[in-house]
């Protein structure tokens, strides 16, 4: 399979450029040699041709080709709302979430949350994050790049939800009695979806009113309780299964 990597400056037919340090080194670390040809894509949804000119000690130059639209995306635009799991278990969401065709990931703050980012902390972890779904893009063949939206507290989000009319279902995983089945509540065409999860120790009473009061669905997940990170990607699995990609894909 040919090398392709992910360039963040939007990219041009027929342009000469180098490679920034990230792919550059990716490169190398390939053993790519002038003459050859990869993929670079710049997150817009196509994937661009580019043999290599000239390879030196730190910079790879290349001239780009003709573009490739590439569909892979899903048919509806799914954003996970959920509360940041501690450790590794975020990066581990962030990839595979990529993966199954998330559009944005929305990392908050809740009462019971166990990470808590802050300032110039929440804000390398949030370039952290972006470049991990970068990379998951690369090797699942993605040519749109979801966004790793800045870290929020839970109130503040819902307020700035309730301002919005939804354009497709709201769920609120919830493990409360009388909610209903997530499959039945994400069933049929919609142009966005939108989940909210919590921590290891589940949302306050008082947030799950505050969830319910700016729209979202109180949704069952079946008879096991799923840990943080799998709840909102048994979801996006069962969307990605469930729903038929555009053509071309």
Known sequence: MSLRLFTPEPLAEHAELSLPPGPARHAQVRRVQPGDTLWLFDGRGADWPATVLAMGKSEVRVRVGTPVVVQRELPVAVTLAL?????ERMDT?????????????????TERSVLRLAGERATKKQAHWQA??????EQCGRATVPEVAPVLNLQFWLATQRGTPPTGPRLLLSLRDGAAPAAQLAAGHHRTLHTLSGPEGGFTPDEEVAALAAGYLATDLGPRVLRAETAPLAVLAWLALHTTACPGG
Request: charged fraction near 10%; proline fraction near 7%; include cysteine.
């Open 132 to 137: 991990i779904a970068q990379a998951a893009c």
């Open 83 to 87: 509360a940041m799991p501690a450790n």
């Open 93 to 109: 969401l962030v990839e595979k979430a990529t993966e199954l065709g998330v559009a944005t990931l929305q990392p908050l703050h």
